[in-house]
């Protein structure tokens, strides 16, 4: 069964660093997303992309964040210069169709400590 | 009001027990709506679907009443593998996920 695989799985750094987060979607899915989890909270939204653009972003996903499909399976998040409150989990999504009744399938996620 | 609330619980069942989970949703434009399982530090996986009034699937049915903006999850029969959070989320294009419940099914 095809799967969202995303690397690293743990990803350390210090406040102020740059870290880039890796996707890789289910091949033949167009809507990628990213949410994130602070430990012990719930699941949020960050953003979805469709078609090498942004479709919706949260309050979350500020000047710090941006996202990029540099090749065609790669679909990456980056965080300019991380904060301690940017530790969490962070989930990479896909859909074939981004329509409202599609399933998204949620990779295994990247941990990510801010030390 | 959040968008999608859910009783934190936890539930702690006896194994076979039916369990029945509540979530309710504040936004009337949500076209769609799922209940996800997370193990603990794993990423959500779909158990259902909800779209119209209810859909089951073996020991799970998830029922919707949009007049109420509810959605709820039935669990028959539950099994010790049936230990989890489980996340209700609503959904226009986004999911907007509620806190997940948190369910534990002892011999």
């Known amino acids: 069964e095809p799967e969202v695989t995303q690397t690293p799985s743990h990803q350390v750094t210090q406040m102020g660093q740059e870290v880039i987060l890796r996707c890789v979607p289910i091949?033949?899915?167009?809507?990628f997303y990213w949410y994130r989890q602070i430990l012990g909270q719930k699941v949020e939204f960050l953003v979805s992309f469709y078609n090498n653009e942004i479709s919706e972003k949260s309050e979350i996903f500020d000047d710090q964040f941006s996202v990029e499909r540099p090749d065609g399976s790669n679909f990456t998040l980056k965080i300019r210069s991380t904060k301690l409150e940017d530790s969490a989990m962070y989930f990479c999504a896909s859909s074939e169709t981004g329509d409202y009744t599609d399933t998204q399938y949620f990779g295994p996620g990247t941990r990510l400590t801010v030390l | 009001r959040k968008e999608v609330e859910q009783d934190p619980g936890p539930f702690n069942v006896p194994e076979g027990a039916t369990v029945a989970f509540n979530c309710t949703y504040s936004n009337s434009a949500s076209q769609s709506f799922f209940w996800y399982r997370q193990d603990c530090r794993k990423e959500p996986k779909l158990l259902m679907s909800v779209y119209s009034s209810g859909n089951e699937d073996g020991r799970f049915t998830a029922q919707l009443n949009r007049a109420s903006q509810y959605i709820s999850l039935l669990i028959r029969d539950s099994k010790l593998s049936d230990s989890a959070t489980y996340l209700c989320g609503s959904s226009a294009s986004k999911i907007i996920f509620g806190s997940g419940t948190r369910l534990s099914i002892r011999p």
């Open positions: 091949s033949n899915h167009l809507y």
